[in-house]
């Protein structure tokens, strides 16, 4: 049971647990979609082994992080700091979110990073929650119908937001992937109709796969060469592709500028969990692979961009802990304490 404490919440471990599950499955099932992806009709079933390694590899990076939650266990209960302003940070991220979309017009991607760069700038204590919600507030019209709808599953994502707040530190994609979860638990008892889209050619592919590539590099190297919070730095990447990649490109647009935008959650990694540019390029590569080839699946939910560059965050992150590129020790590392991504 959760402790109502004023400004905390003290979190027993029971509910610590039930969030990691929570934020574990999501990537592995959406991995999944994207090897079942390369075995369709118009997938690149040469593909296929990638896409299983990268499966494989994100299941390594949860395994490496049951170490962490073994530590929180083993510590006993967690105090998580302003836990009632982050529960309505990310619904007000929401609701600003999707007034963005519904009232103003704008794209679920350039709304959701004008709301991560104002936060980013004017209110960072809270940008990280509000950014969260975001991602539910991007949510399609045909998935949600109404604000309340949102609301409801902005709700669920804030808390657990709140009880997985101890695992899965700076991971980049952890914020859209609870807020993945919020809008599938709204969404799947109900009526609501996912998008299902198609899988390009493959020069439409790899084009992608460099987009992605140099768009998680460069929001890396944003916030970790500058002042700019990992918040910041995607929501400055997120606008410049929103807005630039469908009017330079017409047809593929509009895939161009979800996928960087996908990339740069991937980016918003801290150096401890994966280490520089380069495996952040590598990373981004990973991500656009897994984000044409689930475009038939579950299209128009919210933090569904996010929860493809936590999967593969996951991916690199446990395999250079495996192998020892990093150079981790399985007792003695320790995962990032503050929350970013």
């Known amino acids: 049971m959760i402790h109502w404490k004023t400004p905390d919440w003290s979190l027993p471990w029971p509910s610590v647990l039930v969030g990691f599950l929570f934020l574990a499955v999501p990537p592995l099932v959406l991995f999944g979609f994207g090897v079942w992806g390369t075995l369709l009709p118009q997938g690149l079933v040469l593909l296929s082994p990638l896409l299983v390694a990268g499966t494989l590899g994100a299941g390594a990076g949860i395994r490496c992080e049951w170490w962490e939650l073994r530590r929180v266990i083993h ?3 967690v105090v998580v700091d ?76 804030g808390v657990l937001f709140t009880v997985a707040h101890p695992v899965f530190h700076g991971l980049g994609g952890k914020l859209g992937t609870t807020a993945f979860v919020g809008v599938l638990l709204v969404a799947l008892p109900t009526t609501s109709t996912f ?11 790899l084009s992608v796969v460099g987009i992605t590539a ?27 592709g929103g807005i630039w990649l469908p009017m330079l490109f ?3 647009g509009g895939l161009f500028a979800a996928a960087i935008y996908s990339a740069s959650f991937a980016g918003m990694t801290n150096p401890e969990r994966i280490p520089n540019e380069w495996w952040i390029g590598v990373t981004g590569a990973g991500v656009g692979l897994v984000v044409v080839h689930t475009l038939p699946f579950v299209g128009g939910s919210g933090g569904k961009l996010g929860t493809i560059a936590f999967g593969s965050c996951l991916g690199i992150h446990g395999t250079l802990r495996i192998v020892g590129i990093f150079r981790f020790a399985r007792r003695g590392y320790r995962a990032p304490e503050e929350e970013t991504t």
């Open 82 to 157: 302003r836990a009632h302003w982050n529960l309505l940070a990310v619904v007000v991220g929401t609701l600003c979110t999707l007034a963005g979309v519904a009232e103003l017009g704008l794209s679920p991607i350039v709304s959701a990073s004008v709301v991560g760069i104002v936060t980013g700038v004017v209110v960072r204590s809270v940008a990280v929650p509000v950014y969260c919600g975001a991602f539910v507030g991007m949510t399609s019209p045909e998935v949600f119908g109404s604000y309340w709808l949102a609301t409801l599953a902005a709700v669920l994502a």
């Open 75 to 77: 510590e006993g209960a």
């Open 250 to 252: 017409d047809a593929q």
């Open 214 to 240: 140099l768009g998680a590099s460069t929001t890396f190297a944003i916030h970790t060469r500058s002042a700019a919070s990992p918040v910041l730095a995607s929501g400055l990447v997120g606008a410049v």
């Open 195 to 205: 998008q299902s889209g198609t899988i390009p050619e493959g020069s439409v592919v």
